[in-house]
């Protein structure tokens, strides 16, 4: 099987590429190299069955090309950072939004079945906890707006020229190779012996195994999710302070919790009804969502 992975060269689509090598497909990684990272792939460059295009998503005639032949493309190239897509609206709107379009068309035109990752921003400030898949769809900043009109293209695309389209709305997703997210940045900073500055302080976010996240992705290439999307996530809440002190207590350093005043584009509260993600994916969520920390901060 030829599977496509654009942004396959970042934290989630470099660890989906490694299971699908591992499962014996011929991957093809596409990837603009604006957050993602040639050695996140190094294991991968010398198999026959594994290639490396560095191009752009907003360039169709070329992921039109890449995506001749493949039996299911994973969409995960996009602006991926919520504070990046507010600092640069341009490109987050052409990557996320006009991206998203050609892959839709290029998968139209090849046959190709199509992945999307969205995302938790979909819902901006949610109304209630556990929020399920009805709840009405938000905006809180530019980069939840973009996924938002990546979902309606997504439903468009599905309904009126009959693509096959599977929607992930990932919670917030944490494991090696991440970086300039809240995790990373903590475990960075806690190694250094330097404080964590905490944004707000009243923050409850629900955070998922990058492995988990890679295991949804394979199993919605193969299954019938009758259009509708489907949560991932722990369908559990971590307290933002006690995610500092955890990381400071891995750390064993004698660094603080600076609480900064919060920032307006961020979502304040998320926790995953992940009722879906049992019944549609057949997975089960992990006991302790940050069972993998030890493991980071010790690397």
């Known amino acids: 099987m030829k599977a496509l992975v654009t942004g396959g ?5 470099s660890h989906l590429v490694d299971r699908l090598m591992a499962d014996g497909a011929q991957v093809v990684v596409y990837d603009n190299l604006f957050r993602g990272r040639r050695e996140n792939l190094a294991q991968h460059t010398d198999s026959p069955r594994f290639t490396f295009l560095e191009a752009d998503i907003r360039d169709y005639d070329r992921l039109l090309a890449a995506m001749e ?21 341009d490109y987050s709107f052409t990557t996320n939004v006009v991206g998203v379009y050609n892959a839709l068309k290029a998968a139209r035109q090849t046959g190709a079945r199509l992945v999307f990752t969205s995302s938790r921003e979909v819902y901006g400030e949610p109304r209630r906890l556990p929020v399920d898949e009805a709840h009405p769809v938000g905006r809180k900043n530019t980069y939840g707006a973009s996924k938002v009109a990546g979902e309606m293209y997504c439903r468009v695309f599905g309904e009126l020229f009959d693509v096959q389209v599977a929607v992930l709305r990932l919670a917030n997703v944490y494991g090696p190779r991440d970086f300039g997210r809240v995790i990373p940045i903590w475990i960075e900073r806690a190694q ?28 919605a290439a193969d299954r019938d999710l009758g259009g509708q999307p489907v949560n991932v996530g722990s369908g559990q809440g971590t ?6 002190e955890r990381i400071l207590a891995l750390a064993r350093t004698p660094a603080r919790v600076v609480v900064q005043p919060a920032r307006s ?26 069972a993998y920390l030890p493991g980071l901060v010790e690397a």
């Open 239 to 244: 307290a933002i302070l006690d995610l500092a």
């Open 265 to 290: 584009a961020e979502v304040v509260h998320y926790v995953a009804d992940v009722t879906r993600m049992r019944t549609a994916l057949g997975l089960e969520p992990s006991a302790d969502p940050l």
């Open 192 to 219: 250094r012996g330097l404080d964590l500055e905490v944004y707000g302080g009243q923050q409850t976010i629900d955070f998922v195994w990058v492995d988990q996240v890679v295991e949804a992705l394979v199993r």
């Open 69 to 89: 032949g493949a039996a299911v493309t994973y969409h995960l190239g996009a602006q991926s950072n919520v504070m990046g897509a507010v600092a640069d609206v």
């Open 9 to 13: 060269a970042g934290f989630i689509g």
